[in-house]
């Protein structure tokens, strides 16, 4: 599915990411797990498209083509999808007039014919479901006057309708109580099959309760420096990172 | 469910350029070049007007020659030379169009381009068009349909011959002929128009709506328009705007003038597309433009405008609140981008009780260019618990162009309420960083937010209209993001 290797990427002359490898096949999550500022959300970013990288070495292959020579557009039509961890606000733009014209330039880009009027509100029906979204939500403007968790929740319902091949999920956790963090959870878990892949940014063990991961993975100062299973999580909940930090100063 | 139009958009989106700036080649009558009494006899006696009307226009022109340009506006232009300017260009014709059907093939293909075909309209959206092109109006349909309802719908010059006594009474009424410098000058050289009018109680029961052109070269386009809508009646109206595309600037200057009786209500919505000059600022219409409307009664006169096109704009509808219980409603979109200028705005001034006024402005500012929001909300002694509620809005897109507000507030009567709220914003990179990672193309993603950012303007307009002005700003901000 995904392929990073070896990834160097600075902001303004300061390197965040410091040698980043991971590895992702169709019908696995794996969670991203570290400290702050250890470079997680850059690593959403650069996936994503954001501009504002320089990347100095390495390189990234999503299902078979190179990540950077595909615009953010091309990348999101070839199925990488972000839920933000601040997702933005457009006043005037309903949610569905937002997804119908996102999932139309998607089909566009593969000669497809635009969706019906009737098959996209009967996926509305049904992905508005997955999340326990209030269907007026998905008609009121793209996350104007949302709550922070009614936002979280948002964008997995986006994520529900696009379908994508990938999923990178920054954070979505945060500022979440416990019924939303559920509510998300199940989201992705029902989303899943052996055909996509879903990567979990979290700081919390606690939304790996609900979503369990096949690899865990310890970001830690721009670098992968542990992998481990669900288990890692719980022993990362336990003794926090500075082991880990001991770990690879030793190391 | 709204219809879906971002597909239409995504093909109108390849043609980059002005669509409307081709000529037609049509012969045309005009007149010598330059203003004096003997030029504004010439165009009164072409159109064998009364003598009172050449009065008028005589009398106007003597103000005019007293008055100077004003030059309070936040606009930079070079001053129209006006000995320099042809004051009536018509296309030639031998006889009166009857019907539609003696409408010159040149003419109708010119419609098309435009987007107007009169079948279509006559045929799909039930909506009666007046055409004027340069000087002359060219074709009114549904003429009959309308007369039957005792509604007039024609041109200002055929109002002027077979309906004086309203064009007499009305004219001049509510701009009067020295309001302004422009205002004096369409009063004394103007050429057609359209005229409306709406019997005591009756509800027009479809937009009445007219296009305007400009094509001959070096002309200016001067005309006038009058709604007069009687007692409990109702009108929506509707006018759009092109020209060709040309290396010199062209003077439009109307004047438009409506009238709300006791309870009646007028709608008028304007796309303006004038052409707005090329991308280094040369060329392009000069839009200066006086429209004002009475209310009296309980009526109500709602403006709502899109403004995409012209080098320079300076335009103000207006909205004298006259009579107890009167509203006014002023909702517009500007979009300036390259070197375009605008002072675009409204006066509400409120003199009865109990009146009301809505002031809903969006400015779009690209490239390089001004775009400044000038209204004034005026509450006089009498207009005892009148209310008005502001909002001006800036959206900019780039670092060179400017956004600008001048609102002007005077109460005189302590029981008024007027809120006003302003607000400026750069359009985000983080919106659209979030539709383009949703797989939307930035080109779409700006057209998106922009359109809805502008929605509580666009959803005042008639749905045909809505459709066409949302096309309208994908268009003028294409590629304005920087």
């Known amino acids: ?251 | 469910m709204t219809p879906y139009t971002e597909d239409e958009l995504a093909k109108d989106l390849d043609q980059q350029d002005y669509k409307y700036g081709f000529v037609t080649d049509v012969e045309t009558e005009t007149v010598p070049v330059g203003l004096n009494e003997d030029i504004i006899r010439l165009i009164s006696a072409k159109k064998n007007e009364p003598d009172w009307l050449l009065e008028y226009r005589l009398n106007s022109f003597s103000i005019w020659k007293k008055m100077t340009e004003p030059n309070w506006a936040h606009v930079k232009y070079k001053k129209p030379q006006f000995q320099n300017i042809t004051y009536y260009a018509a296309p030639k014709q031998t006889k009166k169009y009857e019907s539609w059907d003696d409408v010159d093939p040149e003419m109708k293909e010119t419609m098309t381009k435009l987007g107007i075909s009169m079948d279509e309209q006559k045929r799909l959206t039930g909506v009666a068009v007046d055409f004027v092109m340069d000087s002359v109006s060219v074709a009114t349909s549904f003429k009959a349909k309308l007369k039957e309802l005792g509604i007039i719908f024609c041109s200002f010059s055929d109002a002027v011959l077979e309906h004086p006594e309203l064009v007499r009474k009305h004219m001049g009424s509510v701009v009067p002929n020295s309001d302004n410098f422009y205002a004096a000058l369409n009063s004394a050289v103007f050429t057609d128009g359209s005229f409306c009018y709406i019997p005591k109680g009756v509800r027009c029961p479809m937009e009445l709506s007219t296009y305007f052109r400009i094509n001959a070269g070096g002309t200016g386009q001067f005309e006038r328009t009058l709604v007069i809508a009687e007692e409990g009646s109702y009108v929506s109206y509707l006018e759009g705007c092109t020209a060709p595309q040309r290396d010199e600037n062209q003077l439009h200057a109307a004047v438009v003038e409506l009238k709300a009786m006791d309870n009646a209500e007028i709608k008028y919505s304007t796309v303006q597309n004038w052409y707005p000059g090329d991308k280094n600022g040369l060329g392009g219409v000069f839009n200066f433009v006086t429209k004002r409307g009475i209310c009296e009664k309980n009526a109500k006169i709602s403006w709502t405008q899109v403004e995409t096109g012209s080098a320079v704009t300076w335009k103000y509808p207006s909205c004298i609140l006259k009579g107890d219980g009167s509203v006014g409603e002023f909702y517009s979109v500007a979009v300036t981008n390259n070197y375009q200028q605008a002072d675009t705005g409204t006066k509400m001034i409120h003199l009865g009780k109990r009146t009301k006024s809505t002031i809903i402005s969006k400015g779009i500012s690209a490239g390089n260019s001004e775009n400044s929001y000038r209204g004034l909300v005026q509450i006089h002694k009498n207009a005892h618990g009148s209310r008005n509620f502001s909002q001006c809005d800036s959206l900019l897109m780039t670092d060179h162009c400017g956004a600008h507000t001048f609102p002007y507030i005077e109460c005189k009567n302590p029981s008024a309420q007027i809120e006003h709220e302003a607000t400026t914003s750069k359009i985000g990179e983080d919106q659209l960083f979030y539709c383009m990672q949703r797989g939307i193309s930035e080109e779409k993603a700006i057209s998106l937010i922009v359109n809805g950012y502008c929605k509580e303007v666009l959803n005042q307009l008639p749905m045909e209209f809505a459709v066409e002005a949302q096309k309208l700003l994908a268009i003028s901000l294409e590629g304005s993001v920087g």
């Open chain 1, 1 to 251: 599915m995904i392929e990073i290797k070896n990834l160097h990427a600075s902001i303004e002359g300061k390197e965040i990411l410091k040698g980043l490898s991971l590895k992702v096949n169709a019908g696995e999550i794996h969670a991203i797990m570290g400290p702050n500022g250890s470079g997680k959300s850059t690593l959403a970013s650069i996936l994503a498209g954001r501009e504002e990288y320089d990347i100095s070495e390495g390189g990234v292959t999503f299902e078979g083509k190179d990540l950077f020579e595909l615009s953010t557009e091309e990348r999101a039509r070839e199925g990488l999808f972000l839920a933000f961890q601040y997702p933005v606000e457009i006043p005037g733009v309903s949610n569905v007039n937002f997804l119908r014209t996102a999932i139309n330039e998607i089909r566009d880009s593969k000669r497809e014919d635009p969706i019906s009027a009737k098959e996209f509100m009967s996926l509305v029906r049904e992905k508005t479901k997955i999340v326990e979204l209030d269907s007026s939500l998905a008609s009121r403007s793209v996350n104007e006057g949302f709550s922070g968790g009614e936002k979280k929740r948002n964008e997995i319902f986006q994520m529900a309708m696009l379908q994508p091949k990938l999923a990178i999920l920054d954070e979505t956790d945060s500022g979440l109580d416990i019924d939303a963090l559920k509510i998300v959870a199940n989201g992705v878990n029902s989303l899943k099959s052996p055909d996509n892949a879903c990567i979990v940014i979290t700081h919390y063990q606690r939304l790996l309760d609900h979503i369990v991961p096949d690899y865990v993975h310890v970001l830690y100062d721009g670098r992968i420096m542990k992998t481990g299973g669900k288990e890692l999580a719980l022993e990362l909940e336990e003794k926090g990172y500075d082991w880990i930090k001991a770990e690879t100063q030793v190391g």
